[in-house]
């Protein structure tokens, strides 16, 4: 059974961080891509950041506007995880942040996963 499952969620001040993992299990995704998505209250699921294979032991990352330059998305094939660390935190940055995985990043950059995961809570006070 593949589960992706997200943790490191919580709350903090404008300004801080918070890395978030994505631990998958009953499949192999180093030649996937994997990504975070976000929901706020209210709003629809948005794309914050992936990392896709590009062959030759290459990846390549991509990330929303909003997050460039604040938030860095890597990932540990030796231990099947994905990682979002996320610097200079801002309250409109608080959402439910999903990890997915797809073997077609064109499909991952957009929504359409193969695999999520349930979510964790980040919550930015101002």
């Known amino acids: 059974q593949v589960q992706l499952v997200e943790s490191g969620g919580g709350l903090v001040q404008a300004g801080g961080s918070l890395r978030l993992s994505c631990a998958a299990s009953?499949?192999?995704?180093?030649?996937?891509?994997m990504g975070w998505f976000r929901q706020a209250p209210g709003k629809d699921r948005e794309f914050v950041a992936a990392?896709?294979?590009?062959?030759?032991?290459?990846?390549?990352?991509d990330y929303a506007d909003s997050v460039k330059g604040r938030f860095t998305t890597f990932r540990d094939n030796a231990k099947n995880a994905v990682y979002l660390q996320m610097n200079s935190l801002k309250p409109e940055d608080t959402a439910v942040y999903y990890c997915?995985?797809?073997?077609?990043?064109?499909?991952?950059?957009?929504?359409?996963?193969?695999?999520w995961g349930q979510g964790t809570q980040v919550t930015v006070s101002s």
């Open positions: 997915a995985a797809d073997s077609k990043y064109t499909r991952l950059r957009v929504g359409v996963g193969d695999y």
């Open positions: 009953g499949h192999t995704f180093s030649t996937y891509a």
């Open positions: 990392t896709s294979w590009s062959g030759s032991n290459i990846y390549y990352t």
